[in-house]
T-cell receptor, first 113, second 114 residues
């Protein structure tokens, strides 16, 4: 089951630069997408989300872009900070009654000082 | 900020034994979930719970699994007869509404089956 894919297992970025994390999906019924950040020994922490009726959502340093025709979304972090170093998960929901989330495998972001 | 709390943080159990994982969701939330993450793999949906009943379960959630909301604050996951392959991190999550409200996760219980 590869409905949500994050093809980059890791990413290294210099402090102050932009981090771009990518996610692809296959199920066209997904209508709601979320990004979670996870530190070791902690649960996923919600970062930002986007509905399929939008192509961009911004919250401070975090922006999520959605390209429905390509079934692709990305998370931009500008400027990146060392505290952003964590595993980032993309998740999707079909917005059904249960709102279950389908997760990607995650991307480990390392922000170098 | 309100948070989802899970206990214990680590549970070690002999194969074949019953285990109960406990969660206290955020107090005004109505939707409850269990997910698990086997080491090195994706976070996987197990079950969702709303209005005192299961609303959806995955194929992983077989007859060995059950969930309960025994009172107004706790939400439990029981595994009746544990198997080695049940070893994983189990996450509880809750939300106050369906999308676009996000699910909030606890820090998880690491279950080790010997």
């Amino acid at each position: 089951d590869q409905q949500v894919k994050q093809n980059s297992p890791s990413l290294s970025v210099q402090e102050g630069r932009i981090s771009i994390l990518n996610c692809d999906y296959t199920n066209s019924m997904f209508d709601y997408f979320l990004w979670y950040k996870k530190y070791p020994a902690e649960g996923p922490t919600f970062l930002i989300s986007i509905s399929s009726i939008k192509d961009k959502n911004e919250d401070g340093r975090f922006t999520v872009f959605l390209n429905k025709s390509a079934k692709h979304l990305s998370l931009h972090i500008v400027p990146s900070q060392p505290g952003d170093s964590a595993v980032y998960f993309c998740a999707a929901s079909d917005g059904g009654a249960t709102n279950k989330l389908i997760f990607g495998t995650g991307t480990l972001l390392a922000v170098q000082p | 900020e309100p948070e989802v709390t899970q206990t214990p943080s680590h549970q070690v159990t002999q194969m074949g034994q019953e285990v109960i994982l406990r969660c206290v969701p955020i107090s005004n939330h109505l939707y409850f979930y269990w997910y698990r993450q086997i080491l090195g793999q994706k976070v996987e949906f197990l079950v969702s719970f709303y209005n005192n009943e299961i609303s959806e379960k995955s194929e992983i959630f077989d007859d060995q699994f059950s969930v309960e909301r025994p009172d107004g604050s706790n939400f439990t996951l029981k595994i009746r007869s544990t198997k080695l392959e049940d070893s994983a991190m189990y996450f509880c999550a809750s939300s106050d509404l369906p999308p676009p409200q996000p699910q909030h996760f606890g820090d998880g219980t690491r279950l080790s089956i010997l």
